[in-house]
Structure formats: structure tokens, C-alpha cells
């Protein structure tokens, strides 16, 4: 079974940046897009970035393009949410998740595809 860990969330001030991780336990799962989404308290879970395993495409949310981005490293089988200028109301706990079926990126932006997902992070930006 498959498990992903994040970690690297924490208590920041506006204006700050953090870097999110996400490792997973194993190689050997199919894995085509990588995925962050956060969940705000009170509000459903929302989509943040996602990133193709094999051709390295990304997508973004409107609210965070431009100060996040995802990338990979495949030696360390981990990939990153760096997240710049932060605002508060990027407060949300994190979560990492993987799909393994292909299809196109912005299929990719709901939750529905992802078969594994990691534990959460909370990030809380203050003012």
C-alpha cells in the first residue's frame, strides 16, 4: 500500500514562503499526475496545483498563480509545493495525492482521479 507524507507546513507571516513536501513510500506505483489541493476550515476542499509525472505539465488555481509551484524529484520520489508570498488566506491544511490513470491536466483539478492521498499539512499564515 502506498502512503504519501507531507510535511513541511507550519505558522508563517503574510508575505513569507514555505516549502511543502511530499514523499511517497514506494516506487512502485503508477503515478501520472501529482497533485496539491488544501481544505480551508469551513470550506470544501479546493484544488492548488497539479503536476504530470511523465511530461512535466502543471496546472494552477487563479489564486495562487504566480506565487506557488509545484515540482518533482524522481531520485527522491518526493515532489514540492514551494509557496511564496503567502497570504492569509492561503490558511489551509495541505494534502498531497497521486493519480495513476491518465487523462487530460485539468481532468486533474477535481478531486475524483486521485487514488492515493497523503495525511495533510497545516499551513497557518498570519497577519
Known amino acids: 500500500q502506498v502512503q504519501l507524507v507531507e510535511s513541511g507546513g507550519g505558522l508563517v507571516q503574510a508575505g513569507g514562503s514555505l516549502r511543502l513536501s511530499c514523499a511517497a513510500s514506494t516506487r512502485a506505483f503508477s503515478r501520472y499526475a501529482l497533485g496539491w489541493f488544501r481544505q480551508a476550515p469551513g470550506k470544501e476542499r479546493e484544488f492548488v496545483a497539479v503536476?504530470?509525472?511523465?511530461?512535466?505539465?502543471?496546472s494552477y488555481a487563479e489564486s495562487v498563480k504566480g506565487r506557488f509551484t509545484i515540482s518533482n524529484d524522481k531520485v527522491k520520489n518526493t515532489f514540492y509545493l514551494e509557496m511564496n508570498n503567502l497570504e492569509v488566506e492561503d490558511t489551509a491544511v495541505y494534502y498531497c495525492?497521486?493519480?495513476?490513470?491518465?487523462?487530460?491536466?485539468?481532468?486533474?483539478?477535481?478531486?475524483?482521479?486521485?487514488?492515493?492521498w497523503g495525511q495533510g499539512t497545516q499551513v497557518t499564515v498570519s497577519s
Open positions: 495525492a497521486t493519480a495513476a490513470v491518465a487523462g487530460p491536466i485539468l481532468s486533474f483539478t477535481r478531486s475524483a482521479p486521485y487514488d492515493h
Open positions: 503536476l504530470t509525472w511523465s511530461n512535466g505539465l502543471t
